[in-house]
Nanobody, 125 residues
Framework: QVQLVESGGGLVQAGGSLRLSCAASGRTFSGYTMGWFRQAPGKEREFVAAINWSSGRTYYANYVKDRFTISRDNAKKMVYLQMNSLKPEDTAVYYC??????????????????WGQGTQVTVSS
C-alpha cells in the first residue's frame, strides 16, 4: 500500500525558508509523478510543484517559480520542496501526492491517486 508522509512544516517569518520532505513507500515509483499541493483555509487545494520520479522533469506553479525548488532522492524514496523567500500568502497545509499515467493531470489534484496527511506551513508578516 502506498504511503506518503510529509514533514518539515512550521512557523517562519516572511522572507525565510523551509524545506518540506515527503517519504514515499509501498511500491516502485518508476514513471510516477510526485507532486506538492497546498490548501489555505477557505480555499481550494492548489498545485505547487511536481517532479517525474524517473526523468526528473519538474513542473511549477507560476506563483512559486523562482522561489520553490522540488527535488527527489530515488534511493531514499524522498521528495523535497525547498521554499525560499516565503510570503504570508504561502501559508497553507502542504500535501505530497503521487500519480501514475505520465504528465496528464499533473497540475490538478484530481489527477493524483495517493495523498499524504499534510504539514502546516505558516508564514508571519
Amino acid at each position: 500500500q502506498v504511503q506518503l508522509v510529509e514533514s518539515g512544516g512550521g512557523l517562519v517569518q516572511a522572507g525565510g525558508s523551509l524545506r518540506l520532505s515527503c517519504a514515499a513507500s509501498g511500491r516502485t515509483f518508476s514513471g510516477y509523478t510526485m507532486g506538492w499541493f497546498r490548501q489555505a483555509p477557505g480555499k481550494e487545494r492548489e498545485f505547487v510543484a511536481a517532479i517525474n520520479w524517473s526523468s526528473g522533469r519538474t513542473y511549477y506553479a507560476n506563483y512559486v517559480k523562482d522561489r520553490f525548488t522540488i527535488s527527489r532522492d530515488n534511493a531514499k524514496k524522498m521528495v523535497y520542496l525547498q521554499m525560499n523567500s516565503l510570503k504570508p500568502e504561502d501559508t497553507a497545509v502542504y500535501y505530497c501526492a503521487t500519480k501514475g499515467g505520465g504528465s496528464y493531470g499533473t497540475y490538478s489534484p484530481s489527477g493524483y491517486n495517493y495523498w499524504g496527511q499534510g504539514t502546516q506551513v505558516t508564514v508571519s508578516s
